[in-house]
């Protein structure tokens, strides 16, 4: 996002610096997300492969958010993200669960090849206008490639001392994030 104007104009319950936790499957879910978002961040539920289950969690977070200011901040979104690796999950079964929940916040990360953010973040788009794509890299290549063909909301910039899942290894985070923005500017 350009500006942090526009960041807070999509996300309006959010105050700085903003804090997001990682969606983490198995661990991040609809009570975290929630607590998160509440407190001016954005919380992020961490999908694995099973859409059924992400589907009960973004029905908890509703049921948690119902008497809430964070219900009606965003109207046409639920104030919190999703996040999938996307190596591990069928695009189908989580477009769907998209187009029924909106959230805030789509982040996509590990892919088998980078082309896939591609058709992901086209396919979410679609299923849920008005999130955001949050797209994490490992690489300056990745990051460029992102930028171009799929024009995120938000870059996440994952070092490789950071851990997590992916095929591309990357720069540790300190030399990552300011050749990356040497790169896009």
Request: aromatic share 6%; net charge neutral.
């Amino acid at each position: 996002m350009s500006s942090s104007s526009s960041f807070q104009t999509r996300y309006p319950w959010t105050s700085r610096p903003l804090i997001a936790n990682a969606a983490m499957g198995g661990f991040a879910g609809a009570p975290l997300a929630t607590a998160v978002s509440q407190s001016g961040g954005i919380g992020f539920i961490g999908a694995v492969d099973d859409m059924e289950k992400l589907d009960q969690q973004l029905h908890s977070t509703k049921s948690l958010l119902q008497n809430t200011k964070l219900n009606s901040a965003s109207p046409s979104t639920l104030p919190i993200g999703v996040g999938f690796l996307v190596f591990a999950v069928a695009l189908e079964k989580a477009v769907a669960v998209m187009e029924k929940h909106r959230p805030a916040a789509i982040w996509l990360a590990c892919p088998r090849k980078t082309e896939d953010l591609d058709i992901w973040s086209k396919a979410m788009k679609t299923a849920s206008p008005d999130s955001r794509i949050w797209i994490q890299v490992a690489s300056v290549t990745m990051a460029m490639h992102v930028a171009s063909a799929c024009s995120p909301d938000v870059l996440i910039i994952q070092g490789s001392d950071a851990g997590g899942h992916g095929p591309y290894p990357g720069a540790w985070i300190v030399t990552l994030v300011p050749e990356t923005r040497d790169a896009l500017d």
